[in-house]
Every structure is written in structure tokens, then in C-alpha cells.
């Protein structure tokens, strides 16, 4: 079992820059490839980031490749998306993902397994 905690949301003007920080609880967080995902308003949810245990593999989504940043510490079981140059169509609930990944997995994964509760980020024009 392990439990999320998101932090690190807020209200932001377009250029500024974020960092989201999920923190985990339970054991074995290095046995986990954690993934951000976000919601906006009306539609799906999507994937836009993931990185494998060791930290050495990392997944973007079109939207965000270029500008946002995943990155784990696994002595802090933590996982961090740095977001920069945000725009107003970054506007989200943002959540943090987990899914135990054995030896050759698929990366990025298909469907996880944890979830934190969301942290919203509103970028103003």
C-alpha cells in the first residue's frame, strides 16, 4: 500500500515557473515508477510524465516535453515535476501515481495503481 501526497500547486501568472513535489508513504518506493498526471476542466485525464525506479528513464507528454521536469528522490520517497514557462492551457488538477513495476515492465506504464488527491495549478493569462 502506499499513500500520495501532493504539494506544491497554486495560482501562477503565464511565464512563471512551479515545482510540484508527492510525497510517499509505505514501503519500497524505489520498487515504483511514479507518474504525474493532470485534469483540466471538462477534459480527460492524461498522463504528461513519468520516471522509472531508478530515475534514469523519464516519459513527457507532447504538451509539456521541453518545459517540464520529472525527477525522483528515492532517499525522500519523493517525486517532483519542476514546470516552467507555464501557460494558461496548463491549467489543471494535477495528481501523483504510482504502480509497483517488476523487473521488465513496460515504461511508461499503462495504468497505475496509487493516487494522490490532486493539487490544483491556475495559470493566468
Known amino acids: 500500500q502506499v499513500q500520495l501526497i501532493e504539494s506544491g500547486g497554486g495560482l501562477v501568472q503565464a511565464g512563471d515557473s512551479l515545482r510540484l513535489s508527492c510525497a510517499a508513504s509505505?514501503?519500497?518506493?524505489?520498487?515504483?515508477?511514479m507518474g504525474w498526471h493532470r485534469q483540466a476542466p471538462g477534459k480527460e485525464r492524461e498522463c504528461i510524465a513519468a520516471i522509472n525506479k531508478g530515475g534514469m528513464n523519464t516519459y513527457y507528454s507532447d504538451s509539456v516535453k521541453g518545459r517540464f521536469t520529472i525527477s525522483r528522490d528515492n532517499a525522500k520517497n519523493t517525486v517532483y515535476l519542476q514546470m516552467n514557462n507555464l501557460n494558461p492551457e496548463d491549467t489543471a488538477v494535477y495528481y501523483c501515481?504510482?504502480?509497483?513495476?517488476?523487473?521488465?515492465?513496460?515504461?511508461?506504464?499503462?495504468?497505475?495503481?496509487?493516487w494522490g488527491q490532486g493539487t490544483q495549478v491556475t495559470v493566468s493569462s
Open positions: 501515481a504510482a504502480v509497483w513495476a517488476p523487473i521488465g515492465a513496460n515504461f511508461p506504464p499503462k495504468a497505475y495503481d496509487y
Open positions: 509505505g514501503r519500497a518506493f524505489s520498487s515504483y515508477v
